[in-house]
């Protein structure tokens, strides 16, 4: 099989688990609201040691430290080969110029490989820490 064709079964693997995820989560029954607030608590920015974090777990052939990372559901298997695949993506970096907050717990940012853009990264907000939740070539 290609790593093109391993890297996009792995973005279909984790999107649809994070869809699933997301779904979930989202269509729990409404909690009693909290007292309102002077003002929301912004969601963090992707600094540049956030984002070499990202680079840094993502590509390093560790299922555990790329669970850190990715948006997957704690029972969710990663595949060895998935794993082994990611860290061939080295060199990688984000943009965080790039970074764009949806406001809504969503964000995207541009992936560079060799210092030329390959892909479209979205992340979704987990805890206080933007993980990968699917990829788009550009």
Known sequence: MSRRAWIALVVVVVG?????????????????SPPPTSSAPAAPTLSEQQAAFLT??????D????????AVADG??????????FA??????FDVSSFQDNGDGTAKVTALRGGSPMW??????????????????L
């Open 56 to 61: 840094t777990e993502l590509t390093s052939g």
């Open 16 to 32: 649809a688990a994070t869809a699933l995820t997301l779904y979930f989560v989202r269509s729990a029954p409404p909690q009693a």
């Open 120 to 137: 479209t990264v979205y992340l979704v907000l987990v805890g206080e820490a933007w993980k990968i939740s699917s990829t788009e070539a």
């Open 63 to 70: 299922e555990k430290r790329l669970r850190a990372v990715v």
């Open 76 to 85: 969710q298997q990663i595949e060895s080969a998935a794993v082994a695949q």
């Open 88 to 93: 061939t993506l080295a060199p990688l970096t």
